[in-house]
């Protein structure tokens, strides 16, 4: 096995294999990785990323792509975040331990002050490497699952407050305004812009409906939650995003939103909805807890911060 320099297309295709291969281990419920959605999430995510000189892969005795481990400039918050993933099989301690030392490397190159990387909790080795290197998760991204919807907790909408329902966004830029500023402490969440929303429904209009529940007080949005639909039985819904402007928070908004969508999904006979969300500890995930969702521990994904001139 050796580390070579991204050196050509056909890599790509191997590429989108191995995180699909792993996605299947670790992530099944998450949307399937295909070469069109990658590219598209390179060019609108990370457009200053540079293949050839960004990306590692990892090549077997007859240069079989094994693994890649990747270095990704996020354009709206000029973050980089790697991506290391390895066919599941081939996983070893040394190899991790290799790939953990180039992405490092590609990051000096780069100048890059700090990097963000995720590892399922189920990834042990690459957690046992991390571990040796004295590198501790800074945060997790959760996965929560609610199978039966038939108990949902009674909640009332705030006084003052109405709740619509769209299947688009009657105003862009006040839907953008309240999700920005709601996850604008969340290290994942690009920043809403029109395009970018733009593209998520359209690649998102292959398999789902997208759903926006909208809460007003008077004519201004205070908080949206939008969600994934399919009357598909073996597919999960998602609840992509529930936010609320920061001075109406803590005022019952957010269960409002998320009673109204969970009820949608009951009335259309659906099961399994599932919400990422980004937390410290138990304690960020309450919400969804108490309308009975729980947590998928092999899907949670262990969030790393690592400045490279400290390791």
């Avoid at 501790?136 to 991204?141: A, G, L, Q, V």
């Avoid at 007080?217 to 073996?234: F, M």
Wanted: charged residues 25%.
């Amino acid at each position: 096995m050796k580390i070579i320099k991204y050196d050509n297309e056909a890599r790509f295709t191997d590429i989108v294999n191995i995180m699909e291969v792993n996605r299947q281990k670790y992530r099944p419920n998450d949307p399937i990785v295909d070469y069109d959605d990658l590219k598209m999430l390179i060019n609108v995510h990370w457009p200053d990323t540079v293949m050839e000189r960004d990306v590692l892969c990892a090549v077997d005795e007859n240069g079989i792509t094994i693994g890649v481990v990747g270095l990704f400039k996020s354009e709206a918050r000029k973050k980089w975040n790697a991506i290391m993933s390895v066919i599941p099989e081939y996983e070893t301690f040394n190899l991790w331990n290799e790939m953990i030392t180039e992405i490092l490397n590609l990051a000096k190159e780069q100048n890059a002050p700090d990097i963000n990387f995720r590892s399922s909790k189920e990834s042990k080795i690459l957690n046992d490497v991390l571990a040796t290197r004295n590198i501790i998760p800074d945060h997790y991204m959760y996965s929560l699952q609610l199978k039966n919807l038939d108990n949902l907790p009674e909640v009332t909408v705030p006084k003052g407050i109405t709740i619509k329902t769209s299947s688009k966004i009657p105003d862009k830029n006040q839907y953008i305004a309240v999700m920005n500023e709601a996850y604008s402490n969340v290290e994942e969440w690009t920043p809403d812009t029109e395009e970018n929303i733009a593209e998520f429904e359209n690649m998102n209009k292959k398999n789902f409906d997208d759903i926006y529940y909208l809460a007003y007080k008077g004519k201004t949005l205070v908080g949206a939650c939008n969600v994934s639909d399919t009357p598909k039985e073996n597919s999960n819904r998602f609840i992509n995003g529930l936010g609320v402007r920061s001075k109406y928070q803590k005022k019952g908004i957010g269960g409002a939103l998320m009673f109204t969508a969970l009820q949608d999904f009951k009335a259309k006979g659906r099961k399994d909805v599932m919400f990422n969300l980004s937390g410290k500890d138990a304690s960020d995930i309450k919400l969804p807890v108490k309308f009975g969702f729980k947590e998928i521990p092999s899907q949670t994904t262990m969030i790393y911060s690592i400045k490279p001139d400290n390791i």
